[in-house]
């Protein structure tokens, strides 16, 4: 017979996690806990069980559980552009110190000399530090520098958790890789400014590709 003690799961240490809706204890011996005949309970349906497809019911879905239930408030869409500006400025003075270090301005003094190569070198950097800046914030507290000091978090929408390093990832690309390319500043506006209209959960583009929302922390 083996002497080791049981092994358990690792607690979640995530404090940002929806917890599964609490359960009254079964047994006890009251009269009035007894079901009727035929099982249910004496007062009505159960409750829906915890989780499930955020895109298939709950806020202005079809009956099914609401998945921001036991979540804070949604973030302010104008709060959310402010976070934006904010992570850009402080990204954006990253980006230029790097190319004025390694001579890759996006522009020579003379306009009519624009070096194409130099261009795609600085808006391929500022893109891949975007990313990077989203993902490694994100997925560890769910707040870039400027959501944080504006009172914001992403999370998951189907259970409230900080996103993992692939969603924040997926989450990064999608709003930061145009940046690479071309219609940088236009892609940003939409997709960010998307969270002005949608319904019911406030998701910018990004945030839908993610399956993610931003609650005030």
Not at 131 to 144: F, V, W
Not at 154 to 180: E, K, Y
Not at 193 to 199: H, Q
């Amino acid at each position: 017979m083996s002497t080791e003690p049981p092994q358990y799961p690792p607690p979640d240490d995530d404090p940002f996690r929806k917890q599964p809706p609490h359960q009254p204890p079964q047994g006890g011996g009251s009269p009035y806990d007894t079901p009727p005949p035929g099982g249910g309970s004496p007062y009505g349906t159960p409750p829906p069980p915890y989780g499930g497809d955020p895109y298939g019911g709950g806020a202005g879905g079809h009956g099914g559980p609401d998945p921001l239930a036991g979540m804070p408030p949604l973030a302010d869409s104008g709060k959310r552009v402010l976070a934006r500006i904010i992570d850009m400025i402080l990204v954006g003075v990253v980006v230029w110190l790097l190319t004025w270090l390694f001579g890759t301005s996006e522009y020579d003094i003379d306009p009519d000399k624009v070096n194409t190569g130099r261009s795609f070198g600085q808006s391929l950097l500022a893109a891949v530090l975007y990313i990077a800046y989203d993902t490694y914030l994100i997925s560890r507290t769910g707040q870039t520098l400027g959501k944080k000091w504006l009172g914001m978090r992403v999370a998951n929408l189907n259970d409230g958790a900080t996103p993992t390093v692939s969603t924040a990832l997926a989450r990064a690309a999608v709003l930061w890789l145009p940046f690479a390319f071309c219609c940088a500043c236009i892609w940003t506006a939409i997709c960010g400014g998307w969270s002005f209209f949608d319904k019911p959960y406030k998701q910018g583009l990004h945030d839908k590709a993610a399956k993610t929302v931003v609650v005030s922390a």
